[in-house]
């Protein structure tokens, strides 16, 4: 048996006995702890919001009253957390995350394409092939400290202003400010609105389960992380302003909610623009959601952007072009008998993109389907699987197809929620529609979570 294998399947057997232990505890996270209740108030299992858990958010971190049901006016935002008193504990948490891994990663090559040749002061095609074969195999397992973060989020009492600050001390070996906003947030609870200012995830507290980047596995779905030829990806931090109106029926049964952003982007490299650049035009992202049922909803997403292509042309010489991009999604789930949740979403791509500046533009287009199905066998214990396919193609270059498949048990260790050990396993293949290369990662992961 192989040393790799047999990690594995040792992990999986202790992984297994676990699940059958019973388990207590009782830390509690900042805002479990703020409000005496358990991480299941607002989450499936942290980190996957419920509606609750949505709302809260779009209180600006305030909890949803119990009491609205319709007879008597709602109460103001400000007013939600009158009798709560400020408490230094309750207002910062930290999270650490460690895990083991099996990955074996197959690069795949073709007959490199060779897409312009020179023919005076044009350029014409060739040819190309995109038929990949696999031609190099690497192996690597290891343990890790995958994150070290901190967190420091709040509402003031009795006023509408709240603040969310994430300070990663350690991923990916790096460290620096993740997010850092303020919001103000005015009205009712039923009918509330915001507007926030700093660096903001992008579908940070919008977007129903299905187009939520943070989720039961480890990473979010390949159709919400799909990169383009340049590097763009809606897996981003920007800074701007995000605004937004919330309406919720009595107790809460149906939220209809509307957010759009304005934000700076991405600098040529996919750094996050922080301060002043010469990319003056801003990106903006508009998104509507629906709760309704037990806990199922539907989301539709715009993004409307641009970011330097600094690229070279048939003859190697560099130029930079600055092109637009779009993306469209709608997105959609419900939870069954409040055990089998149903997810599933798609993503149009359409971009700008040049070979060179002497030839026309050409566009990029992407097509990316994601469906997933979560189990949960009992409160803090889910069994989730989940498959992305999609299609992307430059100009009248060939379609090439990528996919992404993942398994994965998740079970809390404590009553809370907040400690979560978890395997998973995802194979994704993807395919680069200019360079003829493509590669199929197979991770096996098995990870711990505390929170506090």
């Excluded at 504990?89 to 083991?100: C, G």
């Excluded at 039923?190 to 995830?201: A, R, T």
């Excluded at 507290?205 to 989720?215: K, L, P, V």
């Excluded at 069954?336 to 149009?348: A, S, V, W």
Aim: charged share 20%; proline share 5%.
């Amino acid at each position: 048996m192989k040393p790799s294998t047999f990690v594995v399947k040792a992990l999986l057997s202790v992984f297994a006995l676990i699940l059958l232990i019973p388990q207590t505890g009782n830390a509690l996270p900042a805002f479990a702890r703020k409000y005496g209740v358990k991480c299941y108030t607002c989450h499936t299992i942290p980190p996957a919001l419920n509606k609750t858990g949505y709302e809260f958010k779009r209180l600006g971190y305030r909890m949803p009253p119990d009491e609205m049901d319709g007879t008597k006016p709602a109460p103001k935002v400000s007013a939600l957390d009158k009798d709560i008193k400020f408490s230094l504990t309750n207002s910062f948490a930290v999270l650490f995350q460690a895990s083991v891994t099996d990955d074996k990663t197959i690069t795949e090559t073709g007959v490199t394409p060779v897409f312009q040749a020179p023919k005076g002061n044009a350029y014409q095609k060739i040819g190309h092939t995109l038929a990949l074969s696999p031609t190099a195999t690497s192996t690597t397992s290891s343990f890790n400290l995958d994150e070290a973060a901190f967190f420091v989020a709040g509402a003031v009492p009795e006023t509408g202003f709240s603040y969310f600050g994430h300070y990663e001390m350690y991923q990916d070996g790096s460290n620096g400010l993740e997010q850092g906003f303020g919001v103000w947030t005015g009205g009712k609870a039923n009918s509330s609105y915001f507007i926030k200012g700093g660096q903001i995830h992008m579908q940070e507290g919008e977007g129903t389960r299905a187009a939520m980047f943070y989720n039961l596995f480890p990473d979010p779905a390949y159709t919400l992380t799909q990169g383009d030829p340049i590097g763009f990806s809606l897996d981003q931090a920007p800074v701007g302003v995000d605004v937004g109106y919330t309406w919720a029926s009595p107790y809460f049964k149906n939220i209809f909610a509307v957010s759009a952003k304005v934000t700076n982007g991405l600098a040529a490299d996919g750094s996050t623009i922080i301060n002043a650049s010469t990319k003056n035009s801003k990106d903006v992202w508009a998104d509507a959601d629906y709760w309704f049922g037990p806990d199922g909803g539907v989301t539709a997403m715009f993004y409307r952007g641009s970011k330097d292509q600094n690229s070279t042309d048939g003859s190697g010489n560099p130029f930079t072009y600055r092109p637009t991009f779009y993306r469209v999604g709608a997105f959609g789930n419900y939870l069954f008998f409040d055990k089998l949740d149903l997810l599933g979403g798609y993503i149009h791509s359409h971009d700008d993109y040049r070979f060179d500046l002497v030839t026309p533009m050409t566009n990029y287009s992407a097509d990316t389907y994601r469906g997933e199905a979560d189990y949960y066998l009992k409160t803090g214990t889910v069994v989730m699987a989940r498959l992305d396919r999609g299609t992307q193609k430059v100009g009248s270059l060939p379609t090439v197809h990528t996919h992404a498949f993942g398994l994965g048990l998740e079970h809390a260790l404590t009553q809370e929620g907040n400690v979560v050990l978890r395997a998973s396993y995802n194979q994704e293949h993807d395919a680069d529609p200019l360079a003829g290369i493509g590669s199929t990662d197979k991770l096996f992961k098995l990870d711990f979570r505390f929170m506090w």
